[in-house]
Nanobody, 123 residues
Framework: VQLQASGGGLVKAGDSLRLSCTGS????????VAWFRQAPGKEREFIAT????????YYSDSFQGRFTISRDNAKNAAYLQMDSLKPEDTAVYYC?????????????????WGKGTLVTVSS
């Protein structure tokens, strides 16, 4: 499975942004997808994950209510809707995929990674 994250850019505090994760290969729809981010000098941080069937999602408490994960298997894509962005949300955002019916939230548990997309939030 090959993943490509896109949709990052420069926005102002309070703005919204939707990131996309496009997967290649027929098996993409069999994988759960997760979003992480990594700010300069910090460890990679789990944001949310969605099951392959789109029937269940799980969020880090830090992002619950402000970020929304979704997917469209017909388009081989997953999304991260980010609302009320803050300067501290500035980071490189990554999507990842794993093959499991159980929630995974650690970077070491991911099987595939896409190249990140940079989100910069100005004050």
């Amino acid at each position: 499975v090959q993943l490509q994250a896109s949709g990052g850019g420069l926005v102002k505090a309070g703005d919204s942004l939707r990131l996309s994760c496009t997967g290649s290969g027929r098996t993409f729809n069999s994988y759960a997808v997760a979003w992480f981010r990594q700010a300069p000098g910090k460890e990679r941080e789990f944001i949310a994950t969605i099951s392959w069937s789109d029937r269940s999602t799980y969020y880090s408490d830090s992002f619950q209510g402000r970020f929304t994960i979704s997917r469209d298997n017909a388009k081989n894509a997953a999304y991260l809707q980010m609302d009320s962005l803050k300067p501290e949300d500035t980071a490189v955002y990554y999507c990842a995929a794993y093959y499991s019916d159980y929630v995974r939230q650690h970077a070491s548990q991911m099987e595939y990674w896409g190249k990140g997309t940079l989100v910069t939030v100005s004050s």
